[in-house]
Protein backbone atom coordinates (compact mmCIF):
# COMPACT_ATOMS: atom_id res chain seq x y z
CA UNK A 1 0.00 0.00 0.00
CA UNK A 2 0.89 3.47 -0.53
CA UNK A 3 0.94 6.10 2.32
CA UNK A 4 -1.26 9.17 2.17
CA UNK A 5 0.83 12.16 0.78
CA UNK A 6 -1.00 15.24 3.05
CA UNK A 7 -2.73 13.84 6.37
CA UNK A 8 -5.98 16.24 6.99
CA UNK A 9 -7.53 15.52 10.35
CA UNK A 10 -10.99 16.17 8.92
CA UNK A 11 -10.57 13.32 5.92
CA UNK A 12 -9.34 11.24 8.60
CA UNK A 13 -11.91 11.96 11.28
CA UNK A 14 -14.53 11.37 8.30
CA UNK A 15 -12.81 8.25 7.49
CA UNK A 16 -12.71 7.02 11.76
CA UNK A 17 -16.18 8.31 11.96
CA UNK A 18 -17.49 6.07 9.32
CA UNK A 19 -15.91 3.17 10.00
CA UNK A 20 -17.36 3.66 13.87
CA UNK A 21 -20.59 3.95 13.28
CA UNK A 22 -20.04 0.42 10.99
CA UNK A 23 -18.65 -1.21 13.79
CA UNK A 24 -21.63 0.21 15.82
CA UNK A 25 -24.16 -0.92 13.29
CA UNK A 26 -25.60 2.79 12.98
CA UNK A 27 -27.13 4.33 9.48
CA UNK A 28 -26.10 7.47 10.82
CA UNK A 29 -24.33 10.54 8.93
CA UNK A 30 -20.35 10.89 10.27
CA UNK A 31 -21.18 14.42 10.24
CA UNK A 32 -23.48 13.91 13.00
CA UNK A 33 -20.60 12.63 15.58
CA UNK A 34 -18.36 15.45 17.44
CA UNK A 35 -14.89 13.83 18.45
CA UNK A 36 -15.75 14.04 21.89
CA UNK A 37 -18.05 11.50 21.57
CA UNK A 38 -18.05 8.02 23.87
CA UNK A 39 -17.17 5.36 21.86
CA UNK A 40 -19.40 3.23 24.21
CA UNK A 41 -22.27 5.22 25.33
CA UNK A 42 -25.63 6.03 24.48
CA UNK A 43 -24.85 6.01 20.41
CA UNK A 44 -21.37 4.50 19.50
CA UNK A 45 -21.12 0.77 20.46
CA UNK A 46 -17.19 0.02 20.00
CA UNK A 47 -15.93 -3.31 21.80
CA UNK A 48 -12.36 -4.40 21.99
CA UNK A 49 -12.98 -7.09 19.98
CA UNK A 50 -13.80 -4.31 17.34
CA UNK A 51 -10.78 -2.44 16.50
CA UNK A 52 -8.86 -4.96 14.76
CA UNK A 53 -11.24 -4.98 12.09
CA UNK A 54 -11.36 -1.23 12.44
CA UNK A 55 -7.73 -1.17 11.75
CA UNK A 56 -8.01 -2.77 8.59
CA UNK A 57 -10.96 -0.64 7.34
CA UNK A 58 -9.05 2.44 8.22
CA UNK A 59 -6.08 1.19 6.23
CA UNK A 60 -8.14 0.09 3.14
CA UNK A 61 -9.92 3.97 3.03
CA UNK A 62 -6.66 6.20 3.74
CA UNK A 63 -4.71 3.49 1.73
CA UNK A 64 -1.61 3.04 3.98
CA UNK A 65 -0.10 0.23 6.22
CA UNK A 66 -0.55 1.36 10.00
CA UNK A 67 1.21 -0.52 12.49
CA UNK A 68 -0.13 -4.00 13.48
CA UNK A 69 0.14 -3.22 17.11
CA UNK A 70 -1.63 0.53 17.10
CA UNK A 71 -4.13 -0.20 19.37
CA UNK A 72 -2.47 -2.24 22.06
CA UNK A 73 -1.97 -1.09 25.15
CA UNK A 74 -4.21 2.24 24.79
CA UNK A 75 -7.34 3.45 25.91
CA UNK A 76 -10.05 5.27 23.75
CA UNK A 77 -12.52 6.67 25.72
CA UNK A 78 -13.93 8.93 22.55
CA UNK A 79 -14.06 9.40 18.63
CA UNK A 80 -11.36 12.16 18.81
CA UNK A 81 -8.50 10.22 20.99
CA UNK A 82 -9.06 7.17 18.33
CA UNK A 83 -8.77 10.03 15.43
CA UNK A 84 -5.62 11.10 17.25
CA UNK A 85 -3.68 7.59 16.90
CA UNK A 86 -5.03 6.88 13.32
CA UNK A 87 -3.05 10.34 12.47
CA UNK A 88 -0.07 9.51 14.59
CA UNK A 89 0.04 5.73 13.02
CA UNK A 90 -0.32 7.21 9.51
CA UNK A 91 2.56 9.75 10.47
CA UNK A 92 4.87 6.87 11.39
CA UNK A 93 4.20 4.66 8.56
CA UNK A 94 5.55 7.53 6.24
Known amino acids: MTTVPHIDRTAV ?6 VVIAESRLSIDPGGISDSEP ?13 VG ?14 DD ?6 FRTVGDLIDVVISGTENAR
Open 70 to 75: LFVGRS
Open 54 to 67: MLVRIEDDLGTTLP
Open 13 to 18: GDIVKR
Open 39 to 51: LVGDLLRVNSLGF
